[in-house]
């Protein structure tokens, strides 16, 4: 029987990024920084021959979300994927090739900013790439691989200075050595809250297992300490860190004050410390009482109990927990920057003032990123543990 | 104390707070017997088979083991040479087959070859095929794979002692049955001393041959299960047994073989009669001429004749005393 099988997700995806190609501006051409810039759709900004190296292959994709005969899924599928690589390659060499066009080597002030059919069809052939991870399965591996070809798709045009045009490129160039500072600074807030809450937590959980009754005084406060706004608490942390510094010679001399690196931490160790304890209670706790009496009941020590089965059975649920927190604190150590801790919120924050968008892109896209690789990190090494969920997932 | 016990308790009692929940017991299990305890839930069955290896410790009394008191072992040392099965299986969902199995060996200390070996034996013992299950993780089992793989790594260790919490409750009725069977099998090759608690009366017939029916903290009857059929110490046990349904029962425990008529050639108005095999209980051959409608059977030995049986014969038929194992 002819059947006319449709792929919906698929196609109202790639028709959403048709035409918001077609309706909305690519790319737009600024002057200099303030000044906002003139609009370009993809078309006029490259002209047909080069606008057609993206458009051509969306609409493939959307031939392709119609099932016309009983074809093997998985190849279109591929085909599909095949597809949207060739999209996210070709996005750069446009920029490039706009670039070329458009700004001589003269205007040192003119730059491209994004347009927002560009942004739009970034969010839509991403969420396009994650519908075909699922249906195709991809393993994490060629995930990671596919980023890292994109991301190197990018970099060739940047270090080949194509892309120095380019808006952010233009801000990141301006402040390339406070930018790597900031990242630096952000990066060592992150990890070194992160580390003193699993530390903090690791203790604090010992204490409640050891004597239940600290668990009703320690997961009240803990909750309420969530629910102080993260701008109030970096605030009240101001006065007493203050009035400490102010006494303390030592404290000074490491740099400890009411603004500064110091309330930042504390406020970031307090937030990250109820999902971690949580969920690290919580997973110690639950595991399958028939595990531990047989594990007992085979001779373990309580020590080997505890690391050979209660702790390996608990570690997806714990490092869930280090994933939520990490990511919750890469993005609450943008806030601190507003209590002079550093980090990439200064350029949010500092590019909110001067209302140069660009400039708060420059802050916020690693911090988007920083996010994404602490979550593919901590989602790897929570698959090494998780052997039922393994299973369950290849018999799907 | 008595010279062949492998486990004796002597006035064993555990006391939670004001309840008492294993009230002065007294128990001897035999070296290579294979005692049920049998009863309701909250009997204190599980609690009495728990504090043989010491996972609850008996608040009186003595438990001792090849006549040592538990007490005097350090409680590790002790549950490794005691092999230990339950009713979820309990396996490690975070280990592989092979793995669980080794659990034991491996705290033993046991070289690698040796643990591989056994790992290996075990398997084959327990009929599951070491190339298809042995990298296996629990989640991927069956209920009675699973269980069986509980049992193989009980008995990983090769301890003289087995306890096992209700190790087949939770799987259905044909899984069930068919691992009794093993067990019985498993049993005749390495003649453990197994103590095994039950709420489910059959199987306690089936299996033991020793058995402790206990109510309430205390032992209430222990006797084989002939005896057990025969005289009940009371409508309690009675009760246990299936009222009326104890006929069966007990029919179930007798074998054809040893009541049918033998040296019987076959004639051919035989071709009609239903037939049984030798090993096929009582029960069994009473199910199937009431299904044929015959008052008599002939039993069938590989496709030879061996004798006959009748509905008298059957009705007629005296329990042996001191059998079965």
Same mark, same amino acid.
């Given at each position: 029987m002819f059947r006319l099988g449709i792929d919906k997700v698929m196609f109202v995806l790639t028709t959403a990024s048709l035409l918001s190609l077609i309706l909305l501006d690519f790319v737009s051409l600024q002057p200099n920084?303030?000044?906002?810039? *003139?609009?370009?759709?993809?078309?006029?900004?490259?002209?047909?021959?080069?606008?057609?190296?993206?458009?051509?292959?969306?609409?493939?994709?959307?031939?392709?979300?119609?099932?016309?005969?009983?074809?093997?899924?998985?190849?279109?599928?591929?085909?599909?994927? !095949?597809?949207?690589?060739?999209?996210?390659?070709?996005?750069?060499?446009?920029?490039?090739i706009f670039a070329?066009?458009?700004?001589?080597?003269?205007?040192?002030?003119?730059?491209?900013?994004?347009?927002?059919?560009?942004?739009?069809?970034?969010?839509? *052939?991403?969420?396009?790439?994650?519908?075909?991870?699922?249906?195709?399965?991809?393993?994490?591996?060629?995930?990671?691989? !596919?980023?890292?070809?994109? *991301?190197?798709?990018?970099?060739?045009?940047?270090? *080949?200075a194509q892309l120095d045009t380019l808006a952010i490129v233009r801000e990141y160039t301006a402040r390339s050595v406070q930018f790597q500072q900031a990242f630096r600074v952000h990066l060592y807030l992150v990890c070194a809250a992160v580390m003193s809450s699993i530390v903090l937590s690791t203790l604090l959980v010992m204490l409640m297992r050891r004597h239940h009754v600290f668990e009703k005084a320690i997961f009240p406060l803990l909750n309420f300490i969530q629910t102080i706004p993260s701008l109030a608490l970096f605030g009240?942390?101001?006065?007493?860190?203050?009035?400490?510094?102010?006494?303390?010679?030592?404290?000074?001399?490491?740099?400890?004050?009411?603004?500064?690196?110091?309330?930042?931490?504390?406020?970031?160790?307090?937030?990250?410390?109820?999902?971690?304890?949580?969920?690290?209670?919580?997973?110690l706790n639950e595991v399958d009482a028939s595990v531990i009496d047989a594990a007992k009941g085979m001779g373990m020590s309580p020590l080997e109990v505890f690391l050979q089965v209660r702790l390996p059975l608990a570690m997806p649920i714990i490092l869930e927990g280090i994933r939520i927190t990490t990511i919750?604190?890469?993005?609450?150590?943008?806030?601190?920057? !507003?209590?002079?801790?550093?980090?990439?919120?200064?350029?949010?924050?500092?590019?909110?003032?001067?209302?140069?968008?660009?400039?708060?892109?420059?802050?916020?896209?690693?911090i988007l990123f920083m996010a994404l690789m602490a979550d593919l990190f901590f989602s790897t090494l929570m698959s090494l543990f998780s052997h039922q969920d393994k299973t369950s997932r290849e018999s799907q | 104390m008595k010279p062949n016990a492998m486990i004796e308790l002597n006035?064993?009692?555990?006391?939670?707070?004001?309840?008492?929940?294993?009230?002065?017991?007294?128990?001897?299990?035999?070296?290579?017997?294979?005692?049920?305890?049998?009863?309701?839930?909250?009997?204190? +069955?599980?609690?009495?088979?728990?504090?043989?290896?010491?996972?609850?410790?008996h608040t009186k009394g003595q438990i001792m083991i090849e006549g040592q008191e538990i007490m005097s072992f350090d409680p590790q040392s002790l549950r490794r040479r005691i092999g230990y099965a339950i009713?979820?299986?309990?396996?490690?969902?975070?280990?592989?087959?092979?793995?669980?199995?080794?659990?034991?060996?491996?705290?033993?200390?046991?070289? +690698?070859?040796?643990?591989?070996?056994?790992?290996?034996?075990?398997?084959?013992?327990?009929?599951?095929?070491?190339?298809?299950?042995?990298? +296996?993780?629990?989640?991927?089992l069956s209920g009675g794979q699973a269980q069986r793989v509980g049992v193989a790594r009980a008995l990983a260790g090769d301890p003289d002692i087995l306890l096992m919490d209700e190790p087949f409750g939770a799987l259905d009725p044909i899984t069930r049955e068919s691992l009794q069977q093993e067990l019985l099998r498993i049993q005749q090759?390495?003649?453990?001393?197994?103590?095994?608690?039950?709420?489910?009366?059959?199987?306690?017939? +089936?299996?033991?041959?020793?058995?402790?029916?206990?109510?309430?903290?205390?032992?209430?009857?222990?006797?084989?299960?002939?005896?057990?059929?025969l005289n009940p110490a009371n409508s309690f046990v009675s009760q246990l047994l299936g009222g009326e349904d104890?006929?069966?029962?007990?029919?179930?425990?007798?074998?054809?073989?040893?009541?049918?008529?033998?040296?019987?050639?076959?004639?051919?108005?035989?071709?009609?009669?239903?037939?049984?095999?030798?090993?096929?209980?009582?029960?069994?051959?009473?199910?199937?001429?009431?299904? %044929?409608?015959?008052?008599?059977?002939?039993?069938?030995?590989?496709? %030879?004749?061996?004798?006959?049986?009748s509905l008298q014969q059957i009705i007629q038929a005296k329990p042996y005393a001191d059998h079965h194992g």
């Amino acid at each position: 029987m002819f059947r006319l099988g449709i792929d919906k997700v698929m196609f109202v995806l790639t028709t959403a990024s048709l035409l918001s190609l077609i309706l909305l501006d690519f790319v737009s051409l600024q002057p200099n920084r303030i000044l906002p810039g *003139t609009g370009h759709s993809i078309v006029s900004s490259v002209g047909w021959g080069y606008a057609l190296l993206i458009i051509l292959p969306l609409l493939f994709n959307l031939f392709l979300s119609f099932s016309f005969r009983k074809a093997s899924s998985i190849q279109r599928y591929s085909f599909q994927l !095949l597809m949207l690589i060739l999209v996210f390659l070709f996005m750069p060499m446009l920029l490039a090739i706009f670039a070329t066009q458009h700004i001589s080597e003269t205007q040192i002030h003119a730059r491209t900013g994004l347009g927002s059919a560009f942004w739009v069809l970034l969010f839509l *052939t991403s969420l396009s790439l994650i519908e075909l991870k699922q249906k195709l399965n991809l393993s994490r591996l060629k995930i990671c691989f !596919l980023i890292i070809l994109i *991301t190197f798709s990018w970099l060739f045009f940047y270090i *080949t200075a194509q892309l120095d045009t380019l808006a952010i490129v233009r801000e990141y160039t301006a402040r390339s050595v406070q930018f790597q500072q900031a990242f630096r600074v952000h990066l060592y807030l992150v990890c070194a809250a992160v580390m003193s809450s699993i530390v903090l937590s690791t203790l604090l959980v010992m204490l409640m297992r050891r004597h239940h009754v600290f668990e009703k005084a320690i997961f009240p406060l803990l909750n309420f300490i969530q629910t102080i706004p993260s701008l109030a608490l970096f605030g009240l942390l101001i006065a007493p860190l203050g009035y400490l510094a102010a006494n303390s010679e030592w404290l000074q001399s490491i740099n400890v004050g009411g603004i500064g690196w110091a309330p930042a931490m504390i406020a970031l160790i307090a937030y990250s410390l109820l999902p971690m304890v949580r969920n690290t209670y919580v997973a110690l706790n639950e595991v399958d009482a028939s595990v531990i009496d047989a594990a007992k009941g085979m001779g373990m020590s309580p020590l080997e109990v505890f690391l050979q089965v209660r702790l390996p059975l608990a570690m997806p649920i714990i490092l869930e927990g280090i994933r939520i927190t990490t990511i919750q604190a890469i993005g609450l150590t943008a806030v601190a920057a !507003l209590i002079g801790a550093g980090g990439l919120g200064n350029f949010i924050f500092q590019g909110l003032g001067q209302a140069a968008m660009d400039m708060v892109l420059l802050g916020a896209l690693p911090i988007l990123f920083m996010a994404l690789m602490a979550d593919l990190f901590f989602s790897t090494l929570m698959s090494l543990f998780s052997h039922q969920d393994k299973t369950s997932r290849e018999s799907q | 104390m008595k010279p062949n016990a492998m486990i004796e308790l002597n006035k064993v009692s555990k006391h939670y707070d004001g309840t008492i929940a294993v009230d002065s017991v007294d128990l001897s299990i035999k070296q290579g017997d294979f005692c049920v305890l049998v009863g309701t839930s909250g009997c204190g +069955k599980s609690t009495t088979l728990r504090m043989i290896n010491r996972l609850i410790s008996h608040t009186k009394g003595q438990i001792m083991i090849e006549g040592q008191e538990i007490m005097s072992f350090d409680p590790q040392s002790l549950r490794r040479r005691i092999g230990y099965a339950i009713q979820n299986t309990g396996l490690f969902p975070h280990w592989d087959v092979a793995r669980n199995i080794g659990t034991v060996p491996k705290l033993l200390g046991w070289p +690698k070859h040796k643990i591989q070996a056994r790992i290996e034996e075990l398997l084959e013992l327990l009929n599951l095929p070491y190339s298809s299950f042995a990298h +296996k993780y629990p989640s991927e089992l069956s209920g009675g794979q699973a269980q069986r793989v509980g049992v193989a790594r009980a008995l990983a260790g090769d301890p003289d002692i087995l306890l096992m919490d209700e190790p087949f409750g939770a799987l259905d009725p044909i899984t069930r049955e068919s691992l009794q069977q093993e067990l019985l099998r498993i049993q005749q090759q390495i003649h453990k001393t197994i103590v095994f608690v039950t709420h489910d009366m059959d199987e306690a017939l +089936k299996l033991a041959n020793h058995i402790v029916v206990m109510d309430q903290g205390r032992i209430v009857q222990q006797a084989t299960p002939y005896e057990l059929l025969l005289n009940p110490a009371n409508s309690f046990v009675s009760q246990l047994l299936g009222g009326e349904d104890r006929g069966l029962k007990q029919a179930g425990l007798m074998h054809v073989a040893d009541f049918m008529k033998t040296n019987r050639t076959m004639t051919p108005s035989d071709h009609q009669l239903a037939q049984i095999k030798p090993d096929d209980s009582l029960r069994l051959a009473l199910s199937v001429m009431l299904w %044929h409608q015959q008052e008599q059977l002939i039993v069938m030995d590989d496709n %030879h004749c061996v004798g006959e049986i009748s509905l008298q014969q059957i009705i007629q038929a005296k329990p042996y005393a001191d059998h079965h194992g």
